[in-house]
């Protein structure tokens, strides 16, 4: 957050209210008694400032007491002129940070990321022709067993099937994977002993 500074002038002096001082050792508190005069009631004529820091205000100070013949207030200028110090310490702090940051992310070993290929999309098995059974499309012919492995597509989800040539009965399988289990298991055709 940016200080907000006011020059005053009185008729021989140009003040600057809201210099921050030095109360303990390096802390710095805000305060209007830097100045004697300006915790007088004393009436000033004011003039804002679009200053950010103590050596802006500074600058802009002393230019106002130029322009009117006036001088800076002593105290306003010491005060001041110790926020200025603190501020550009505070300001080589972080520019020492920043750079000593740099260094090291430049001395950081270089990680190239890896990239992998990966198929576009799964392309499916291209079917046979018709199977026994009507609606599906035949993958797989198993003439040892007398069945049949069957596909139909609803939508886009491909569902299978384990089908007897002799009855045409469809046993609807989970996935593909599961046809080799159900057919050596028994029992899938309900017409037959396969």
């Not at 820091?53 to 230019?63: D, F, G, N, P, Q």
């Not at 886009?156 to 089908?163: C, S």
């Amino acid at each position: 957050m940016a200080a907000t500074f006011t020059l005053k002038y009185n008729g021989s002096t140009v003040h600057v209210e809201g210099a921050k001082i030095r109360t303990v050792a390096r802390e710095l508190d805000y305060s209007l008694s830097a100045c004697p005069v300006l915790s007088r009631s004393v009436r000033f004529c004011e003039k804002g400032s679009n200053a950010e820091s103590a050596a802006e205000v500074i600058k802009e100070a002393k230019a106002l007491a130029v322009a009117l013949g006036k001088k800076v207030c002593r105290k306003c200028l010491q005060a001041l002129e110790a926020q200025a110090e603190v501020e550009a310490a505070e300001a080589a702090a972080q520019a020492e940070a920043e750079a000593e940051a740099a260094a090291q992310a430049a001395a950081a070993p270089v990680v190239k990321e890896l990239t992998v290929a990966r198929p576009a999309a799964r392309t499916t098995r291209a079917a046979l022709g018709a199977a026994s059974a009507t609606g599906w499309e035949l993958l797989y012919d198993k003439p040892k067993a007398g069945a049949e492995v069957g596909r139909r597509f609803l939508g886009e989800k491909a569902q299978y099937a384990l089908i007897c040539k002799a009855h045409g009965h469809v046993h609807r399988l989970e996935r593909l994977a599961d046809e080799g289990q159900v057919r050596k298991a028994g029992g899938w055709c309900s017409s037959c002993s396969a």
